[in-house]
């Protein structure tokens, strides 16, 4: 019997452990699922004979390191910033280790040591990272291997709310932590590179800065820089391509509608505001408006933002009841992102019966026998229910898959890895398309970063 | 014979060393001007009898303790980070300060040690700080001697250049520290009162809230507010007040084109651009703007600004000269903002014969026998030239003035202080007054705070 240990669990943590289960007969496994809190753990027993619970503090040395001993692999669900320590121990105890987050620079210090005691520790394996990185090193190394040479490399993916509960006008609901949507963005420019030059974007210009694109049978989407495309040279080996730009996805219109409350400064994270418990709704948007003995705050705020009368956008604010003189923010010290988060809950919460959607489209450009070509790439999956979201699914199946093939022996290169080497992606994405994450394909005209298409 | 130690001598400092010098007789008085720069101290040297020029290196603890040791009052007119360290030794060997910088949290924190030790630590004298103090608590002390009750505080300063050399389309020329202009209004959102209401300003949309003043002779100016509006509640005891509100001052229409380099992103000071020594300023602009395969840099800037053709924000670019192809940045791993300064510094920088200007504008509104009041109360200083500029008369004057006075023992409260007492700037403006800093004072409507000036 082979003990998985899975610490920390959240919403993504449901197919991740379904799929465990589901083999747990087969592979001989065992899972133990440690969270801070011992009910939220349980939540992910379901009754299954080989799954206990308990609770585990991660920041009681004695007691994780007794859990670690008794492991034979560690999944950590754990926020980011608490992964370190678990990973130290996995070195100590030679545990291998697999998580969803983005590579720390503490977690890539470890890098030698984890080599020299011959271990597996796997990072970025979730959705976005983790989806995307293997699914676009599956095009970018075939494109290689017939010796084409990569000219472009666009790459977005959202979070989304699935067609069917899509139902208010931003198109748009939170299927994942909302403080992230909230804050998405800041804390420096978008730094890309199209056609060879490096693009620089501010945050307030960031959300009219979007592309269109389309997907079969879903319609159109639009996409925002991301503020770390420049990294991805390194990563996926494009040091020398004409065109890199990572963003996110959102049904179009979304960005336009967004960029109000950056206009207006809701979205600041840096500062608190007076009074921001007893402060109405409407009184928050009028702390972003000037003073004004005669005209209404709505009047302000068209103007203000140059809003028309007949301009969908003013529907959108007012879906949002954010003009309402009675609803309270009710956060003592609240920041602005955190109060324009209040107001965004209160409607844009996912209900018992809504459905959430993972939409990626990657976009690969390239020098094939003198010839320029364009391979667009895309993946749609919605979510079952409330339980295995698309969202759970995605970020929680890799992980899962990741982990037994280590367990398994089938990935065995040592290091603090991402997961894109052809052996680790290719079985990865094989099994994926049967839960239904199916990347197509299309050839398109290339025409090199063309935002309006204009044929030179 | 007292010796007076002056450290650190810059552009500020003309005017203070002339003031001490023409005193040194009467008084009785010996200067020692000590820089890091011996060649820079001796400039300030004026054949003058009595002053004696060293080289001073603040970090050289010994010498900064044996010079420290010999004065019997120390001016630091240093950049108000190397303070703190001169603040303790002044404690140690019994000195007198005077400084024109704000008081930072470690100069706050010696505050019981000064008084323990009965010196003065004068600070924030110069022009803004300083002026500004003191002539907006002559006007604010006078007021509630009467009786009266403070509703509103507005006040603006600005360093800009005289009308007689007023020559470009920005009405402006940099007249102070350049950096300090680019990077100006960045750090967090602007935060002050208006009839009673927090107000936040994120930086984005600083330089398009702006409000028009008139000055008599001088015509209109306008002043986009400052970060630190409420901080000065504290300190002018304005606990209640309904309107609070700081500024900086600059000729009508500069903030609505300044705005265009913070909405490319152009003023980020926070990350480096690639290869930008052997970017063009051309290349610079580009930056900001997508790749076309098709469009010249100038229709994307119109285009990303919304530029009319007839615009003459275009025309403020144009002069510029930045979209020049030949001209290059120079600077290697610049920010945006060290760049957009380059650029700045070809058009801004005064020439020989040029002069600077200093104008400050305060506004107070108050209640006094039931009946609501406002006085306004401006001052315009113009340079002499470009040694004896306006900014080095209105920061070093009243440095100069304070020292004197408190070698004198005529100020002699203790503590780490500002110039808000009336025994400290009532004597000071007054002297002031002989140099041309001169408030003028004009009863006005009172309307509260009310950009339009409707009568509700």
Request: charge should be positive; hydrophobic fraction near 35%.
């Given at each position: 019997m082979r003990n998985i240990l899975i610490i920390g669990c959240g919403k993504s943590s449901s197919a991740l452990i379904k799929y465990l289960q589901e083999k747990s007969e087969s592979e001989n496994l065992k899972l133990t699922i440690g969270d801070i809190s011992l009910e939220n753990a349980q939540k992910f027993v379901n009754n299954h004979p080989k799954t206990q619970a308990i609770k585990l503090d991660i920041f009681d040395k004695t007691q994780r390191q007794e859990r670690l001993q008794e492991a034979d692999i560690v999944i950590s669900m754990l926020p980011a910033r608490f992964h370190i320590e678990v990973a130290k121990d996995c070195i100590v105890f030679n545990k291998n280790l697999v998580t969803a987050s983005y590579i720390s620079k503490e977690m890539e210090a470890l890098d030698e040591q984890v080599k020299a005691n011959n271990l597996v520790f796997m990072n970025e394996i979730g959705v976005d990272p983790g989806i995307d990185h293997m699914s676009a090193m599956q095009v970018i190394d075939n494109i290689r291997a017939q010796g084409g040479k990569m000219l472009l490399f666009e790459s977005f993916t959202g979070g989304l709310v699935a067609p069917e509960s899509d139902n208010n006008l931003w198109n748009y609901k939170f299927t994942w932590n909302p403080r992230n949507v909230v804050v998405a963005g800041q804390g420096g420019a978008a730094e890309f590179i199209q056609e060879g030059q490096f693009k620089y974007i501010p945050y307030h210009r960031l959300f009219r800065r979007t592309e269109f694109m389309e997907v079969e049978g879903y319609g159109k989407f639009e996409g925002y820089a991301n503020r770390?495309?420049?990294?991805y040279q390194e990563v996926y080996g494009l040091?020398?391509?004409?065109t890199l730009y990572r963003g996110t996805l959102r049904r179009v219109g979304f960005s336009k509608a967004w960029n109000m409350f950056v206009q207006l400064g809701m979205t600041d994270d840096t500062y608190n505001m007076e009074n921001s418990e007893e402060m109405s709704y409407r009184d928050f948007v009028n702390a972003f408006l000037p003073y004004s003995p005669t005209d209404s705050v709505e009047l302000k705020t068209r103007y203000s933002l140059k809003?028309?009368?007949?301009?969908?956008m003013w529907e959108k604010l007012v879906e949002l009841d954010?003009?309402?003189?009675?609803?309270?923010?009710?956060?003592?010290?609240?920041?602005p992102a955190q109060a324009l988060q209040k107001i965004l809950e209160d409607k844009w919460t996912l209900s018992p019966d809504d459905k959430d959607m993972i939409v990626m489209y990657h976009k690969f450009g390239y020098e094939l026998n003198g010839e320029k070509k364009q391979i667009d790439s895309t993946m749609v999956l919605e979510g079952e229910n409330q339980t295995y979201t698309a969202m759970a699914k995605t970020v929680g199946l890799p992980v899962a898959i990741a982990a037994l093939k280590i367990l398994n022996r089938e990935i065995t290169t040592s290091g603090v890895l991402r997961p894109i080497d052809q052996a680790v992606y290719e079985p990865i994405l094989k099994e994926l398309e049967t839960y239904g994450v199916i990347f197509k394909e299309k050839e398109m005209k290339y025409l090199g970063y063309n935002i309006d298409n204009v044929v030179g």
């Open positions: 770390n495309s420049l990294a040091q020398n391509i004409k809003i028309d009368q007949d301009d969908l954010i003009f309402n003189r009675n609803k309270k923010i009710g956060i003592k010290n609240a920041t």
